[in-house]
C-alpha cells in the first residue's frame, strides 16, 4: 500500500519556539496533502488542504500565519507551527491524495508538546 | 451541507461475534467510500474501499454499499480484541473527502 512518512514522530519544546513537520510520500505523487489536528478523545479536525505549488486552504478558525503551510513538491509537504504555545499541543497527522477517487493515505502522526 | 454521520457508539461485542459498523451519507451522487481504523494514540490507517453497490469482502472484514438508500457498512466477522479501535467512514463527495466522526468498537474477550 501507499506509504506517508511523517517527521518527527514527537516533538518537546518550549513555548515560544517554532516547529516544522514534514510529510512525504514516498512512493506517489500526491496531488492534494491535508494536515489534520487531533485533540485526545476527540475527532480528527481537518486545519488545511494543501496542494503543490499553491497556497494551502486554511479551515474556518485555523491560524493561517500561525499555521504556515508549503507544497515545494509532489511528495513534499510542510507544517510550521510559529511561536508554540501550550493550547497547540496536539496530535497533529499528514495524509496525502494521489487521484480522485482514491483513498487518502496517512501518516503516523507528530505528538507536539509546548512546555 | 454534504454530511457523513456515524453513530459514535461506544460499541461492544464479545469476542468471536460479527461488529456491525453503519454510516450514512448525503450525498447521492457520491462513488467513493472508505473505512479507516484508528488506534487509540495513532493515525487512522485504510483498511478498505468500495465502489461498487453490493458487499466487498477482505478476509473478516465486508463492506457493504447501498447507493438508494445512501448507507455503507462495515462488518468484522469473528472479532478480536486487537480490533478494539474507532472505525471512520469517509465518503468522497464533489471531489473532497468527507469524514465520519467515528465509532468506538470495544471487543470484550
Known amino acids: 500500500g501507499a506509504v506517508v512518512s511523517q517527521h518527527p514522530s514527537w516533538v518537546i519544546c518550549k513555548s515560544g519556539t517554532s516547529v516544522k513537520i514534514e510529510c512525504r510520500s514516498l512512493?506517489?505523487?500526491?496531488?492534494?496533502m491535508f494536515w489534520y489536528r487531533q485533540f485526545p478523545k476527540q475527532s480528527l479536525m481537518l486545519m488545511a488542504t494543501?496542494?503543490?505549488?499553491?497556497?494551502?486552504?486554511?479551515e474556518q478558525g485555523v491560524e493561517k500565519d500561525k499555521f504556515l503551510i508549503n507544497h515545494a513538491s509532489l511528495t513534499l509537504s510542510t507544517l510550521t507551527v510559529t511561536s508554540a504555545h501550550p493550547e497547540d499541543s496536539s496530535f497533529y497527522i499528514c495524509?496525502?491524495?494521489?487521484?480522485?477517487?482514491?483513498?487518502?493515505?496517512f501518516g503516523d502522526g507528530t505528538r507536539l508538546s509546548i512546555l | 451541507q454534504k454530511e457523513v454521520e456515524q453513530n459514535s457508539g461506544p460499541l461492544s461485542v464479545p469476542e468471536g461475534a460479527i461488529a456491525s459498523l453503519n454510516c450514512t451519507y448525503s450525498d447521492r451522487g457520491s462513488q467513493s467510500f472508505f473505512w479507516y481504523r484508528q488506534y487509540s494514540g495513532k493515525s487512522p490507517e485504510l483498511i478498505m474501499f468500495?465502489?461498487?453497490?453490493g458487499d466487498k469482502e477482505d478476509g473478516r472484514f465486508t463492506a457493504q454499499l447501498n447507493k438508494a438508500s445512501q448507507y455503507v457498512s462495515l462488518l468484522i466477522r469473528d472479532s478480536q480484541p486487537s480490533d478494539s479501535a474507532t472505525y471512520l467512514c469517509a465518503v468522497i463527495m464533489g471531489n473532497q473527502f468527507y469524514f465520519g466522526t467515528g465509532t468506538s468498537l470495544t471487543v470484550i474477550p
Open positions: 494543501s496542494n503543490e505549488g499553491s497556497k494551502a486552504t486554511y
Open positions: 512512493d506517489f505523487q500526491a496531488t492534494t
Open positions: 495524509s496525502a491524495f494521489r487521484d480522485t477517487n482514491q483513498p487518502q493515505h
Open positions: 468500495i465502489y461498487s453497490n
